[in-house]
């Protein structure tokens, strides 16, 4: 008998859509690949890595000596101002145009081996100032509307380098979950008066289920309208269109609200975590978004230890998710795991 709360559809209200949420048939057998467990941890320093300090990458340029944050331009971009300006002209309806715009790469520490989530919260605190500090730069050249951060770790998102960065694109074009969720807030706010994201924290503090951590001005919650079986959310609590808005006191909070989510997420397995992350930042395209609300978001692959969260025909054919797990059952698991990286237990 399936249980009625297993078996439902959640409507997402950043996307605009229908979840199907299905986790009922959750423990049907499983004959598919399965991912092994992570490699032992590598050395703090590889000679053969592009990201270490004093490295020559692929380019020919080499790393500085840094100690902290390091950007530089991606050797491989996806955009950039030497994207080819001579077009071939598509036939009809069809158009194109050069791929203008900016890629770099942020290396989060030298420290070859380490994580996002073993940095300590002020290092994760100078990464978002250096992060913001890039979108700032970034957003402000003529051609880029939006700056968009994401970091894929793990070798189920296909990551070619085990150094810990993130990466920039910096485009002519505003990324499409990010246009819908700048639509349907500033929606919500003319139809309500209201900002949708405080609206989501609220009915998130009235369940109280999947919130994962909070502080005075931080929180990291599973969304109700979760796609992916560890997906979550870590926003400051106060409404900001980007991290420019924040002060010192909401960015020590938000590193220390994505520390305890990333150190549990390793934990929950004993093994680096894949995930993908991304900064849900408003575009900079001038016009107006005081309505929305800055957060970054995880959407892990990974549904057990060796078991993917495949996405096929409803996912990729037919753009809606069917989630195989209850993100009440999964924020449950979340929220009842040491915040000491089992890494570091012994240190
Ligand atoms: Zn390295
Ligand atoms: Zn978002």
């Known amino acids: 008998m399936s249980q009625p709360n297993k078996w439902e559809q959640r409507w997402h209200p950043l ?3 229908w979840i199907i949420v299905a986790a009922h048939r959750q423990d049907r057998p499983w ?75 942020v290396c989060y520490t030298p420290k070859h081996n380490k994580s996002l989530g ?40 296909g990551v070619s380098n085990p150094h810990p960065h993130c990466q920039i694109y910096a485009t002519n074009f505003v990324f499409k979950f990010i ?5 349907l807030s500033r929606e919500h706010f003319e139809n309500t008066g209201r900002i949708l994201f405080q609206d989501i924290l609220a009915a998130e503090r009235q369940d ?35 991290l420019a808005g924040m002060n010192s006191g909401e960015l020590r909070d938000f590193a220390q609200a994505l520390k305890v989510l990333l150190v549990r997420y390793d934990n929950l397995w004993r093994m680096p975590f894949p995930y993908v992350m ?17 957060h970054i978001e995880f959407q892990p692959q990974l549904r057990k230890p060796n078991l993917l969260k495949y996405l096929a025909g409803p996912e990729i054919g037919g753009g809606n ?19 000491i990286h089992f890494r570091q237990e012994n240190a």
Do not use: W
């Not at 797990?325 to 929220?335: G, H, S, V």
């Open 321 to 339: 998710f069917l989630s195989d797990t209850l993100p009440e059952d999964k924020a449950n698991e979340l929220r009842n795991l040491p915040d």
């Open 15 to 17: 996307r605009g859509e």
């Open 31 to 105: 004959l598919g690949e399965t991912v092994s467990k992570q490699s032992p941890l590598p050395p703090p320093y590889d000679p053969n890595c592009f990201f270490c300090p004093g490295n020559v990458r692929i380019s020919g340029a080499r790393n500085p000596d840094y100690s902290g944050v390091f950007v530089f331009d991606n050797d491989h971009p996806c955009v950039g101002p030497n994207a080819p300006r001579e077009l071939e002209h598509p036939a009809g309806v069809y158009r194109n145009r050069p791929a203008d715009g900016m890629a770099r790469v």
């Open 179 to 183: 246009e819908t969720e700048a639509r």
């Open 208 to 242: 109280g289920r999947r919130i994962i951590y909070e502080n005075s001005s931080a929180i990291a919650f599973m969304p109700y309208f979760a796609r992916y079986a560890y997906e979550c959310f870590v926003a400051p609590k106060a409404t900001h269109p980007g």
């Open 118 to 157: 073993e940095l300590d919260p002020s290092e994760i605190e100078n990464l978002l100032i250096a992060l913001r500090d890039q979108y700032a730069e970034l957003g402000s050249r003529p051609e880029v509307t939006h700056v968009f951060i994401f970091e894929n770790r793990g070798e189920v998102v």
């Open 278 to 294: 991304t900064l849900h930042h408003a575009p900079m395209d001038g016009q107006d978004y005081h309505s929305f609300h800055f």
